[in-house]
T-cell receptor, first 112, second 117 residues
Framework: DGGITQSPKYLFRKEGQNVTLSCEQNLNHDAMYWYRQDPGQGLRLIYYSQIVNDFQKGDIAEGYSVSREKKESFPLTVTSAQKNPTAFYLC???????????FGSGTQLSVL | KNEVEQSPQNLTAQEGEFITINCSYSVGISALHWLQQHPGGGIVSLFMLSSGKKKHGRLIATINIQEKHSSLHITASHPRDSAVYICAVRPQPPPLSVSYTGNQFYFGTGTSLTVIP
């Protein structure tokens, strides 16, 4: 079955530590996104990528970094510069043909 | 400033009731999406609309482009419909833009629906 796989489901970060959230898709989509979800707020865009080796900052990119070395993979690193990382992180992709959005099951990141 | 506003924020219904969730937006759009988020967090796309009306099972989505408004209706609601419903819009690119990628979406804060047996 085609879809987006995010891992891990739960992640704990110690102060000063960088952590990486995995996002893999087998849908052959070019466009991929990382969103942050906080209680009571809409999804906010962290980074997006239209194509391999290209990515753009979203509204809240500070303290985060991404790479897009393969079409299937779009990992997100939460760096120690992100002072309030506790949130639910969602990876998504967009079908360039019918514009439908696909989401992963999310990663809950908490600070120890 | 929220480009997308949803109402109500929270909704409790008895099983079998007809439910309406509303979405208003303030920008020109190329498409509007209705999404469903279940406890546990994963999001599923229900509909994508650029005009008119779409129906899938007990779910109906409508959009009025002139009024910048969309509604999601659930007929004969069931406890398994309990979820957060999110409206998202993809804005039209600005005119004469050479750098706009069109990859941004604006999301509403969601409507939390609970259907009681």
């Amino acid at each position: 079955d085609g879809g987006i796989t995010q891992s891990p489901k739960y992640l704990f970060r110690k102060e000063g530590q960088n952590v990486t959230l995995s996002c893999e898709q087998n849908l052959n989509h070019d466009a991929m996104y990382w969103y942050r979800q906080d209680p009571g707020q809409g999804l906010r865009l962290i980074y997006y990528s239209q194509i391999v080796n290209d990515f753009q900052k979203g509204d809240i990119a500070e303290g985060y970094s991404v790479s897009r070395e393969k079409k299937e993979s779009f990992p997100l690193t939460v760096t120690s510069a992100q002072k309030n990382p506790t949130a639910f992180y969602l990876c998504a992709s967009r079908d360039g043909y019918n514009e439908k959005l696909f989401f992963g099951s999310g990663t809950q990141l908490s600070v120890l | 400033k929220n480009e997308v506003e949803q109402s109500p924020q929270n909704l409790t219904a008895q099983e079998g009731e007809f439910i309406t969730i509303n979405c208003s937006y303030s920008v020109g759009i190329s498409a509007l999406h209705w999404l469903q988020q279940h406890p546990g967090g994963g999001i599923v796309s229900l509909f994508m609309l650029s005009s008119g009306k779409k129906k899938h099972g007990r779910l109906i989505a409508t959009i009025n482009i002139q009024e910048k408004h969309s509604s999601l209706h659930i007929t004969a609601s069931h406890p398994r419909d309990s979820a957060v419903y999110i409206c998202a819009v993809r804005p039209q690119p600005p005119p004469l833009s050479v750098s706009y990628t069109g990859n941004q979406f604006y999301f509403g804060t969601g409507t939390s629906l609970t259907v009681i047996p």
